[in-house]
């Protein structure tokens, strides 16, 4: 399904899109504001094969609606980064959501969040999961500001209590943030809307 944004569009990714979407994570000039050394030597760059392992096949067909799946953000037909969703708990009406722009001339014009609040509203409202959850390094401060502006907010969990409930992160300092959708979050965006494809 192709989600409508206010300024960007969702497309399902396919399996061609993933090794583009690789290199917008790995090889960028906002890599270094995300992974790999000076920064971030705690999370280093993945491999080709790593990346395959945590991005399976079903991220880009069918197979993952409902319980995994990339996009591609698109901002007037130019494709400008990627989201996607996973860890699907619907007993406890949770995702995890991960979200990268592919260059640093897209960055700070609204599309992340856009993009967020976009997908977040259409997985309420097509699969009812109600709370998401996103876990940047706390380092990453343009990323977690962006967070807030699509109503993310902290869970003040301890290092260990964030261990238990949703594993380790990626960063030493990894936080989580929280989104947790209503009835009227829910019903009321006709803003933004899915349609099949």
Known sequence: MVIKGLIITLRPAIISDREKIFKWLTQSDVTSSMMGPPN??????????????????????????????????????????????????????????????????????????????????????????????????????????????AGFTIMHLSREEQIKQFGRGDYTDTVTLIKRMNTEQGAAPDRYSARAS
């Open 40 to 149: 971030y030597s705690d999370h280093p760059i993945p491999t080709w094969e790593e990346f395959k392992n945590d991005y399976r096949e079903t991220f880009f067909n069918d197979s993952g609606n409902g319980k995994g799946r990339n996009f591609i953000i698109l901002a007037d037909e130019t494709e400008v980064g990627t989201i996607g969703y996973d860890g699907v708990d619907r007993r406890k009406s949770i995702a995890e959501l991960d979200i990268w722009i592919k260059e640093n001339q897209y960055c700070g014009r609204g599309y992340g969040t856009d993009a967020l609040n976009a997908l977040t509203t259409c997985l309420f409202k097509e699969y009812g999961i109600a709370n998401f959850i996103i876990r940047p390094s706390v380092r990453n401060k343009r990323a977690v500001r962006a967070y807030f502006k």
